[in-house]
Structures are given as structure tokens and as C-alpha cells.
């Protein structure tokens, strides 16, 4: 099965950086795309950041300019958020939207604690 592993969350100041990862695994599968999504108490889970087959990118409008999604390899996914805010905090999940031959699959990970405070 294919499993993501995240890591990277954690308490910051206001201001500070956090670089999440997600890194997909176990077995043949390529991925469609792969990103971030996050969840705050009392609300929806939104669009972070996603990172497409291709190298294109989508950011919800509370990341831009602040968060840059990238690959740092093949089955691995960064988000490098900087001038977080309190708002900011939220549980965030790794998602991956992958194909394993024809048949295409989605799949979440856990979720990592991002807590911006003082």
C-alpha cells in the first residue's frame, strides 16, 4: 500500500519558518500530484499548496507569497512556509493523487501540527 510519511510540523513564532515533508512510498506508482492541505479547528480543510505532474503549482490564497511547494525528490514533497502567522496554525496534511498502472488513486496522510505562537 502506499503510505505517506510526514514530518516537519511543530511550534514557531510568529514570523518564523517550517519546512514540512511528505514523503510517499511502497510500491510501483507515479504520481499525478502531490501536496498540502490544512485544517484548523472549526474549519474546512483548504488548499495549501499542491505540485502537479509537470513541476506546475497551485497555492491557496493565504499561501502565496509566503509558501513554496517543491519536490526534493521523486516521491517526496517540501513545503517551505516563512512569515508564518498565527493563523496559520492548523493540522496539515500530506495528499497524493497518484496512478498505479491505468487506475488512479488518492490518498492522505496523517496530518502534522503547525502551531504559530508567541
Known amino acids: 500500500q502506499v503510505q505517506l510519511v510526514e514530518s516537519g510540523g511543530g511550534l514557531v513564532q510568529p514570523g518564523g519558518s517550517l519546512r514540512l515533508s511528505c514523503a510517499a512510498s511502497g510500491g510501483r506508482f507515479s504520481i499525478n500530484f502531490m501536496g498540502w492541505y490544512r485544517q484548523a479547528p472549526g474549519k474546512e480543510r483548504d488548499l495549501v499548496a499542491i505540485?502537479?505532474?509537470?513541476?506546475?503549482t497551485t497555492y491557496g490564497d493565504s499561501a502565496k507569497g509566503r509558501f513554496s511547494i517543491s519536490m526534493d525528490n521523486a516521491n517526496t514533497v517540501a513545503l517551505q512556509m516563512n512569515s508564518l502567522k498565527p493563523e496559520d496554525t492548523a493540522v496539515y496534511y500530506c495528499?497524493?493523487?497518484?496512478?498505479?498502472?491505468?487506475?488512479?488513486?488518492?490518498?492522505w496522510g496523517q496530518g502534522t501540527q503547525v502551531t504559530v505562537s508567541s
Open positions: 495528499h497524493l493523487n497518484f496512478r498505479v498502472g491505468a487506475t488512479t488513486y488518492a490518498n
Open positions: 505540485i502537479i505532474s509537470g513541476g506546475r
